[in-house]
């Protein structure tokens, strides 16, 4: 995933700093090599270096999204945010100093007021009206990614990162930036989804009190299209064979009902929905092959 955070923060340094190609906009250790290349390129470059991971623990979440597929439940845990920890610094090939030192804070100066008015990052936004690069993951294509710029806190190791790069080397300016990246975990497979739930209860010791209760789910689907599709917020009413309603339920999401408390026997399901044709099934209750679903054709 870091490596799609940082073709987003190559299109956009590259594209939207006055004065910069993408050309000029490199990822590489700000060390003696890119010290030479600077040099010789004989142009303005931008050097954004990751020099720190971090789970950030304010955005962690314990929620779980359950979906369905052919029977099968899935379950995605939230994905875990990493801070991806930035250091932006502008090189100028100039030979006098003080030319120098000007050209590049007027750079620093373009790229601050750029990530503030591109905030949040979104990675769809930033390659607009050009397509996103193959492979860029859905999860990342339309996030608004938070970004902190130049937080108050500072980067609390730059002197020990500007020694780590040379000798002789001088202190520079740098832009702290951190952007706040997804990292999903798998998807883990829950098991199939339970369509009878049969609760039994008795006083201790007196097989003949007992007493069943079932709960039953199921399914309302859209059939006239291929394959079918669940409809949500339908009405749904469980009847006895004489047309009597007994409950009535209505379908989430999913297109999922659920009806409760029910004795064993023979019921009818019946449902309607606004641009469909009403329909209707005898069911046994608990069912042979653990299936309610409804269509509708």
Same mark, same amino acid.
Not at 66 to 95: K, N, Q
Not at 148 to 161: D, I, M, N, Q, S
Not at 253 to 266: K, V
């Given at each position: 995933?870091?490596?799609?955070?940082?073709?987003?923060?190559?299109?956009?340094?590259?594209?939207?700093?006055?004065?910069?190609?993408?050309?000029?906009?490199?990822?590489?250790?700000?060390?003696?090599?890119?010290?030479?290349?600077?040099?010789?390129?004989?142009?303005?470059?931008?050097?954004?270096?990751?020099?720190?991971?971090?789970?950030?623990?304010?955005?962690?979440?314990?929620?779980?999204?359950?979906?369905?597929?052919?029977? %099968?439940?899935?379950?995605?845990?939230?994905?875990?945010?990493?801070?991806?920890?930035?250091?932006?610094?502008?090189?100028?090939?100039?030979?006098?100093?003080?030319?120098?030192? %000007?050209?590049?804070?007027?750079?620093?100066?373009?790229?601050?007021?750029?990530?503030?008015?591109?905030?949040?990052?979104?990675?769809?936004?930033?390659?607009?009206?050009?397509?996103?690069?193959?492979?860029?993951?859905?999860?990342?294509?339309?996030?608004?990614?938070?970004?902190?710029?130049?937080?108050?806190?500072?980067?609390?190791?730059?002197?020990?990162?500007?020694?780590?790069?040379? %000798?002789?080397?001088?202190?520079?300016?740098?832009?702290?930036?951190?952007?706040?990246?997804?990292?999903?975990?798998?998807?883990?497979?829950?098991?199939?989804?339970?369509?009878?739930?049969?609760?039994?209860?008795?006083?201790?010791?007196?097989?003949?009190?007992?007493?069943?209760?079932?709960?039953?789910?199921?399914?309302?689907?859209?059939?006239?299209?291929?394959?079918?599709?669940?409809?949500?917020?339908?009405?749904?009413?469980?009847?006895?064979?004489?047309?009597?309603?007994?409950?009535?339920?209505?379908?989430?999401?999913?297109?999922?009902?659920?009806?409760?408390?029910?004795?064993?026997?023979?019921?009818?399901?019946?449902?309607?929905?606004?641009?469909? %044709?009403?329909?209707?099934?005898?069911?046994?209750?608990?069912?042979?092959?653990?299936?309610?679903?409804?269509?509708?054709?």
């Amino acid at each position: 995933m870091i490596e799609h955070l940082d073709t987003v923060l190559h299109r956009l340094f590259g594209s939207e700093v006055e004065g910069l190609s993408e050309d000029q906009v490199s990822f590489q250790p700000p060390d003696e090599d890119w010290r030479n290349h600077v040099n010789n390129i004989n142009q303005r470059a931008l050097n954004v270096y990751l020099v720190e991971l971090r789970e950030n623990r304010q955005l962690r979440s314990n929620e779980r999204v359950r979906s369905v597929d052919d029977g %099968v439940f899935t379950e995605e845990v939230a994905p875990m945010r990493i801070d991806c920890h930035y250091l932006v610094t502008a090189w100028s090939p100039a030979t006098e100093q003080m030319g120098r030192t %000007v050209d590049e804070h007027q750079l620093l100066h373009q790229v601050l007021a750029m990530l503030m008015n591109h905030y949040p990052l979104v990675p769809r936004d930033v390659f607009s009206p050009d397509p996103l690069p193959g492979g860029f993951p859905e999860i990342l294509a339309s996030a608004r990614l938070p970004m902190a710029v130049a937080p108050t806190e500072g980067f609390p190791k730059l002197a020990e990162f500007w020694g780590s790069m040379g %000798v002789n080397h001088r202190w520079k300016p740098a832009v702290y930036l951190i952007v706040t990246l997804p990292v999903p975990y798998e998807t883990e497979v829950a098991g199939h989804m339970v369509t009878t739930r049969i609760t039994e209860y008795r006083q201790m010791g007196r097989p003949d009190t007992a007493e069943e209760w079932i709960q039953i789910g199921g399914h309302l689907l859209d059939a006239t299209v291929t394959p079918p599709v669940p409809v949500s917020g339908a009405w749904v009413q469980l009847e006895n064979l004489v047309g009597e309603a007994l409950e009535t339920s209505e379908t989430d999401e999913q297109g999922r009902f659920t009806f409760a408390e029910l004795r064993a026997g023979q019921y009818r399901l019946r449902s309607r929905a606004t641009g469909f %044709v009403a329909t209707s099934r005898e069911i046994e209750i608990p069912s042979p092959t653990g299936e309610y679903d409804l269509q509708f054709t």
